[in-house]
T-cell receptor
Framework: AQSVTQLGSHVSVSEGALVLLRCNYS??????LFWYVQYPNQGLQLLLK??????LVKGINGFEAEFKKSETSFHLTKPSAHMSDAAEYFCAVSPTGANSKLTFGKGITLSVRP | DAGITQSPRHKVTETGTPVTLRCHQTENHRYMYWYRQDPGHGLRLIHYSYGVKDTDKGEVSDGYSVSRSKTEDFLLTLESATSSQTSVYFCAISPGEPNTEAFFGQGTRLTVV
């Protein structure tokens, strides 16, 4: 069975500050890893994903994440927060193979202060 | 945006009534999923489909059934709605390997009173 842990439910940063959202996973085999973003009253949008290859993954809107197998982590970062980054962020894991059956973390709400 | 349409977008229903939510895709993707989103729980998988007439249960399938008679349509039915099924329901689609990304619909907000 797979699981995802996102510690804390809310992160607040100042505009221009570093954004760091943590994600740890549990899986018996190396999984595929994802970060999704959800803006109010909208569906989920993929920020980035790790499947194979380079462990530092770059996504949309200046976000990136690094897969660290030894730490079972896939933390999301952005060097400089923008007001438009305020949203809910979900880390997710799926088994390798054809079926993208995702297991989600509980989500983290990011607030950006002016 | 991926061509996914969920209907209805909002619904209020009474306890004990059956409810059907529809997900329609225009991408011809093989896999389709129903998730529910609740505060503090993230998204949890209800049921999924890996082809026409091929479905399987997710982690929170009790009280729900699904059907997929065509590639493009995936229906979620609450057989007898309860207040605990008040939630936001999301449909997702995926082509499977090698592109493992799942694309999400806009969601259906269901309130059971």
């Amino acid at each position: 069975a797979q699981s995802v842990t996102q510690l804390g439910s809310h992160v607040s940063v100042s505009e221009g500050a570093l954004v760091l959202l943590r994600c740890n996973y549990s899986s018996s085999v190396p999984p595929y890893l994802f970060w999704y973003v959800q803006y109010p009253n909208q569906g989920l949008q993929l920020l980035l994903k790790y499947t194979t290859g380079a462990t530092l993954v770059k996504g949309i809107n200046g976000f990136e994440a690094e897969f660290k197998k030894s730490e079972t982590s896939f933390h999301l970062t952005k060097p400089s927060a923008h007001m438009s980054d305020a949203a809910e962020y979900f880390c997710a894991v799926s088994p390798t193979g054809a079926n993208s059956k995702l297991t989600f973390g509980k989500g983290i709400t990011l607030s950006v202060r002016p | 945006d991926a061509g996914i349409t969920q209907s209805p977008r909002h619904k209020v229903t009474e306890t004990g009534t059956p409810v059907t939510l529809r997900c329609h895709q225009t991408e011809n993707h093989r896999y389709m999923y129903w998730y529910r989103q609740d505060p503090g729980h993230g998204l949890r998988l209800i049921h999924y489909s890996y082809g026409v007439k091929d479905t399987d249960k997710g982690e929170v399938s009790d009280g729900y059934s699904v059907s997929r008679s065509k590639t493009e349509d995936f229906l979620l039915t609450l057989e007898s709605a309860t207040s605990s099924q008040t939630s936001v329901y999301f449909c997702a689609i995926s082509p499977g390997e090698p592109n493992t990304e799942a694309f999400f619909g806009q969601g259906t907000r269901l309130t059971v009173v």
